[in-house]
């Protein structure tokens, strides 16, 4: 009978990928070499030598496993069956091949009719005499192409079911990634609003340590002015008097000071003097016989938003409040020598909310404040002072909204696009920003109210562009839009008949036409200070809010220059 070579060979398939396979499967059989041939079809041969058999590592097949088949075929049939290397045949005839008998199909040897059993199932066969003629060139083309198409279908199938698998994998990738960045983006919420309490905490933990230190120095320092004193009662050989207790909450005025009380007799006093509305100290120093009423001189002269006439002063430790009669008094007089620390505030000219503590209820005195409702949209904290927008209704801190418009350390890009002239959260246009102690929300009559008040105060102080113009043509970059106040020497308002779109086109046409510039310096002129953009901020006042800021604000010293 016909050996697994030969019947491979017969399929049609080369000689040199025959030897290949059989050593390669270890000649296990004709249906793993088949497949070693299907499976690795287009591959190079190599050398038979450097081949290694794939099944080396497996224990050997019982020996005599097709002499054990043909015998049971024998015992069933009676029939004297020929091994699988061509034995001798029965007292019929030769057997030729063996038949399965549930089926009708016959096999050349047993390894195929044992494969064939393994497949189907069957489990009858016999021998036969009949020869199975070998193939023709036809049909062993025939063979191989039906073998290669099926190998070829259940790599489709199986490319088809990793596909499918590759797909499924996906999808559980995907929804673990969504799930994950979900869990991230509520962790960083989480975050920031445990770091927003943490700041807060810690602004009251730092505000509650501050006071105690000020407490203990001050405790200190009538600890030692008392030692002080008793040591000079001492000395002098009289009776020391315990001096009286301030009031309620440790708060005096200074017209209830003891009258003759001894002050320092430095000839001059140091002040410090803090405004309410922030910033940085007035620092300055005056002869101790000048009076409070010269320090708010000097105050108004140096903040224009201060009029000398409603500020008020104050100090803090001892706790003092001046009021209009003190302002005759002299600082010794006012035991502010040699150096005191004096608080300033508008008084009446402040557009902020003034509410007398002992008019409120106790109701209202238990209600939160409005502040602690709001929630700055830049630094996440109740604002103490609100920089209410025009365009919109989102709440920011006077402090946040102001970083944000300024002009200072931005990308030009962002100046020429007017974005910081913008809200951070929805993008609205806003041309200025309104102060407030309080929130109230767009298109309302309690912001329409703030705004006129906001108004109101800035035409009260001088416009410094209108003042460095000269008198026979007064110059304002904002022309009839400007909220300051514009006023000639002899005391009569000045009125502009063009705003700040016309001013700024009129400016820029007497800069082309001076000719002044070449085409560079023009172009940077414009791209950086004077570019008339949809949403051009015309009067803001963000840079320094107490005035001294606009978007053009450095251009104050050479504008009137080159205008006129």
């Known amino acids: 009978m016909a050996s697994d070579r030969d019947q491979l060979i017969s399929m049609g398939f080369a000689p040199e990928r025959v030897d290949w396979a059989l050593k390669a499967t270890n000649n296990a059989g004709l249906q793993p070499a088949m497949d070693h041939i299907l499976e690795n079809d287009g591959k190079p041969v190599p050398e038979l030598s450097n081949v290694t058999s794939a099944s080396a590592n497996a224990p050997p097949p019982q020996a005599g496993e097709d002499d054990e088949d043909l015998d049971a075929l024998r015992a069933q049939y009676g029939g004297a069956a020929a091994d699988s290397s061509g034995g001798n045949p029965s007292a019929g005839g030769v057997a030729q ?15 195929l009719a044992n494969f064939h059993a393994e497949k189907s199932g069957h489990d009858q066969f016999e021998e036969s005499t009949e020869e199975i003629k070998p193939l023709t060139e036809e049909e062993k083309k025939q063979k191989l192409a039906e073998l290669r198409q099926r190998m070829e279908e259940k790599r489709a199938a199986k490319a088809q079911e990793d596909a499918k698998e590759a797909r499924a994998n996906e999808l559980i990738r995907r929804k673990g990634g969504q799930d994950i960045g ?69 708060t005096t005025t200074a017209s209830a000071a003891a009258p003759g009380a001894k002050s320092s007799e430095s000839p001059t006093t140091r002040l410090q003097i803090r405004l309410a509305s922030g910033g940085a100290p007035l620092i300055t120093t005056m002869a101790s016989d000048s009076t409070l ?27 003092k409040v001046f009021n209009r009669s003190d302002f005759t008094r002299t600082l010794k007089e006012l035991d502010l020598v040699p150096s005191a620390v004096l608080m300033a505030a508008r008084g009446a000219s402040c557009w902020y909310l003034h ?16 502040s602690e409702d709001h929630v700055c949209s830049i630094c996440f904290d109740a604002p103490t002072e609100f920089g209410l927008l025009a365009g919109c209704s989102h709440v920011f801190c006077l402090k946040c909204i102001m970083d944000w418009r300024s002009s200072k350390n931005k990308d030009t890009d962002v100046v020429i696009s007017n974005t910081n002239k913008t809200c951070p959260v929805c993008r609205a246009p806003s041309k200025f920003i309104t102060p407030s102690s309080r929130f109230s929300p767009k298109d309302s009559p309690e912001r329409a109210r703030c705004v006129e008040g906001y108004k109101a105060t800035l035409g009260r102080i001088p416009c410094r562009y209108f003042a460095k113009s000269p008198p026979e043509e007064r110059f304002c970059p904002y022309g009839k839009d400007c909220f300051y106040q514009h006023q000639n020497n002899d005391g009569t308002p000045y009125t502009f008949t063009l705003g700040a779109d016309e001013m700024m086109e009129r400016h820029k046409s007497k800069l082309i036409a001076s000719r002044a510039f070449n085409s560079t310096a023009l172009f940077d002129l414009m791209a950086h200070h004077l570019y008339e953009g949809p949403h051009f901020d015309h009067y803001d006042s963000d840079d320094e809010y107490d005035y001294h800021g606009s978007d053009i604000s450095e251009l104050a010293e050479w504008m009137p220059a080159l205008v006129f």
């Open 355 to 370: 509410a007398e503590p002992a008019s409120a209820s106790k109701e209202a005195n238990n209600k939160p404040r409005e």
């Open 182 to 250: 979900a869990i991230k983006e509520e962790l960083q919420l989480k975050e920031a609003e445990k770091e927003a309490r943490q700041r807060k905490q810690d602004k009251i933990d730092d505000a509650k340590a501050k006071a105690a230190v000020r407490a203990q120095i001050e405790a200190d320092k009538k600890a030692r002015a008392e030692k002080a004193a008793k040591e000079k009662a001492l000395r002098e050989g009289r009776e020391y008097q315990q001096p009286p207790i301030s009031g309620v909450g440790g």
């Open 293 to 319: 009423h010269e320090v708010a001189l000097f105050v108004e002269s140096q903040n224009p938003a201060i009029s000398a006439q409603t500020v008020t002063f104050s100090t803090t430790f001892p706790r």
């Open 97 to 111: 091949s063996i038949k399965c008998s549930q089926c009708g199909k016959t096999f050349r040897d047993t390894a």
